[in-house]
Nanobody, 116 residues
């Protein structure tokens, strides 16, 4: 079993930036994707960004040009750099790893709040 722990959430004014981190309890060498999802208040969880093992990225239209997903040098950490934050970015953010297409690991989430 793999544990994922998110960090870096908080409250920031519109236009500000935050960097979320996700640390896995071990290196996953055969992952399909690493990704970030979010669940806004009263809404369903939605995709924010994914990164494949080959380095391809995919972003929700609402965050393109503002958010960047990346992988750390330690191979068990990845990040979400969020710039130009908007009130509609307020949500609980979850990191996720798809391991071999069979195992799906989720973190417990970190709150990001951008007041209007």
């Amino acid at each position: 079993q793999v544990q994922l722990v998110e960090s870096g959430g908080g409250s920031v004014q519109p236009g500000g930036s935050l960097r979320l981190s996700c640390a896995a309890s071990r290196v996953i060498t055969n992952f399909i994707t690493m990704g970030w999802y979010r669940q806004p208040p009263g809404k369903q969880r939605e995709l924010v960004a994914t990164l494949t093992s080959g380095g391809d990225t995919n972003y929700a239209d609402s965050v393109k040009g503002r958010f960047t997903i990346s992988r750390g040098n330690t191979m068990n950490t990845f990040y979400l750099q969020m710039n130009s934050l908007k009130p509609e970015d307020t949500a609980v953010y979850y990191c996720h790893i798809n391991d071999l297409g069979v195992y799906h690991y989720w973190g417990r989430g970190t709150q990001v709040t951008v007041p209007s």
